[in-house]
């Protein structure tokens, strides 16, 4: 039961441009979304989060996007750079149920910034 | 600050073992979060502890177990290992483990079973 999932495994993009990573969900009891990037043999490292009280947060170069009545998510890094190449993943949680404070993870999708 | 530490980085074991891995929180976070990643997926929720006590627990067997010490430290303990436990294991700590609040995660520890 794939809860969350990200269904592109791989993403390519030039230099500067915009990448745009997805992410779609199907527990409507999810209320707060995060996304983060992992590179090979680190942990993953947060990124940005957003709460589904909000439609939209920007920190820097990156923006989540959340569509409640969709339950898509996306992630805009603006411009893109070489170094932001890795393995994103989003994730999410909800108050309830007997996994408090759990997050559930999508596949992963991974990213590469061509110079 | 220091982040999140595991040890060890990197285990070999053979099935039938059992194995114990180790976590320090962020100086200050009082809950710790178990998660196992296989090769090609996302993390998956194995336990969450907050001061010492259980509270959550995700879908593993019961070969599965962990801890967490006065310090706020934790270990994870898998017993009667399985090929199917090779992956890495990722410890992520916060302040008090609450919905809403960010994980933040240790680099890991990759366990191969032979």
């Known amino acids: 039961d794939q809860q969350v999932k990200q269904n592109s495994p791989s993403l390519s993009v030039q230099e500067g441009r915009i990448s745009i990573l997805n992410c779609d969900y199907t527990?409507?009891?999810?209320?707060?979304f995060l996304w983060y990037k992992k590179y090979p043999a680190e942990g993953p490292t947060f990124l940005i989060s957003i709460s589904s009280i909000k439609d939209k947060n920007e920190d820097g170069r990156f923006t989540v996007f959340l569509n409640k009545s969709a339950k898509h998510l996306s992630l805009h890094i603006v411009p893109s750079q070489p170094g932001d190449s890795a393995v994103y993943f989003c994730?999410?949680?909800?108050?309830?149920?007997?996994?408090?404070?759990?997050?559930?993870f999508g596949q992963g999708t991974i990213l590469t910034v061509h110079p | 600050d220091a982040g999140v530490t595991q040890s060890p980085t990197h285990l070999i074991k053979t099935r039938g073992q059992q194995v114990t891995l180790r976590c320090s929180p962020i100086s200050g976070h009082k809950s710790v979060s178990w998660y196992q990643q296989v090769l090609g997926q996302g993390p998956q929720f194995i336990f969450q502890?907050?001061?010492?006590?259980?509270?959550g627990r995700g879908n593993f067997p019961d070969r599965f177990s962990a801890r967490q010490f006065p310090n706020y430290s934790s270990e994870l303990n898998v017993n009667a290992l399985l090929l199917g436990d090779s992956a890495l294991y990722l410890c992520?700590?916060?302040?008090?483990?609450?919905?809403?609040?960010?994980?933040?995660f240790g680099p890991g520890t990759r366990l191969l079973v032979l």
């Open positions: 992520a700590s916060s302040f008090t483990g609450r919905p809403g609040e960010t994980q933040y």
């Open positions: 527990n409507s009891m999810f209320d707060y």
């Open positions: 502890y907050y001061e010492k006590e259980e509270r």
């Open positions: 994730a999410a949680s909800y108050a309830g149920g007997t996994s408090y404070g759990k997050l559930t």
